[in-house]
């Protein structure tokens, strides 16, 4: 009896090891990949959502407009990937917000998409051991996980910004996705 009963706890350890193909860190950063498409979908809403003329909007007069909050947004996802990956970052330093050839709905829009690309597409090219790497945000030593989690609490901020920004133009602001 003890045999069988070692037979099938060893079996069932087995089976229960052996038959995962992916890492808790794979699915890590699978679920890091999925969060960040969401949240592009989510961001292309809230640019779709604002009319052309709203994107110089501002509230008041000491803050980023519309389109700035997204080239904000922009710039920190192109600084982020490039902290945690090395790679060129096509926008160094802060002034991309600034740009004012960049100002306008349909160029907003394709830098803002190609900033959530960049950091998925890193994303997909970290290893589990990648993940816990150590990089350099600014004055902070971090591991290549926790950037991209700052990175997209980041962008949830200033995306959540602008909805007082719709709102105080009259439009709806988009719906919340959340899965």
């Known amino acids: 009896m003890k045999q069988i009963l070692f037979a099938f706890v060893f ?7 052996g038959s995962k193909t992916i890492t808790e860190s794979t699915i890590a950063i699978d679920q890091m990949i999925e969060d960040w498409q969401r949240a592009k979908l989510y961001t292309q809403d809230y640019l779709d959502a604002m009319p052309e003329e709203g994107y110089g909007y501002k509230p008041t007069p000491e803050m980023r407009s519309f389109a700035q909050q997204y080239l904000h947004i922009t710039a920190v996802n192109f600084r982020y990937v490039a902290a945690a990956t090395g790679r060129e970052n096509p926008y160094p330093g802060d002034s991309l917000e600034l740009r004012a050839d960049m100002q306008t709905k349909e160029l907003v829009t394709n830098v803002t ?3 959530y690309d960049a950091a998925m597409e890193a994303l997909k090219s970290l290893t589990e051991a990648n993940l816990i790497e150590s990089a350099r945000l600014y004055r902070f030593d971090l591991t290549k996980e926790a950037i991209f989690k700052k990175g997209f609490e980041h962008q949830t901020h200033h ?3 602008t909805t007082v920004y719709l709102r105080l133009k009259g439009v709806k602001p988009p719906f919340e996705r959340l899965f």
């Open 113 to 115: 998409m190609a900033s």
């Open 159 to 161: 995306r959540g910004q």
């Open 11 to 17: 079996i069932f350890l087995i089976a229960m090891t």
